[in-house]
């Protein structure tokens, strides 16, 4: 399941970045058990959230749907930090051993989705 990008955009060659940077692709490879393990995660929640809306098209009793609600918050939060761990063990380690510019870019990036994720 390999999907290597060869094209570089013109800041990573002004960068002088590595013929398939994907930096501004913004594409991450993953290996077929991580995709695995990821898509089936998400589908469990989508399975959660379809469920979520069949109860209350039903007028399920709130509190039930509250906590079904609470449920795929925390299905979906975990995902993300799975997904932030990897950014950080892959992405942002190698730009760290890279230094320079692309290592501030990836730490801001990664800050912002903290942030984000922290809301």
Same mark, same amino acid.
């Given at each position: 399941?390999?999907?290597?990008?060869?094209?570089?955009?013109?800041?990573?060659?002004?960068?002088?970045a590595t013929p398939d940077c994907t930096c501004c692709q913004k594409k991450k490879e993953r290996s077929d058990k991580e995709y695995r393990d990821l898509m089936n995660r998400l589908k469990r929640i989508e399975g959660q959230v379809r469920g979520i809306r069949q109860m209350t098209e039903n007028g399920e009793y709130c509190i039930d749907i509250l906590t079904q609600i609470s449920a795929a918050d925390s299905a979906l939060k975990s995902v993300a930090l799975l997904l932030l761990d990897d950014h950080l063990h892959h992405c942002?380690? *190698?730009? +760290?051993?890279?230094?320079?510019?692309?290592?501030?870019? *990836?730490? +801001?990036e990664v800050s912002a989705a903290i942030a984000r994720l922290a809301k």
């Open positions: 399941m390999e999907h290597k990008n060869t094209e570089t955009c013109a800041d990573c060659k002004e960068r002088e942002v380690a *190698k730009a +760290a051993a890279e230094g320079g510019t692309v290592a501030d870019e *990836k730490l +801001a």
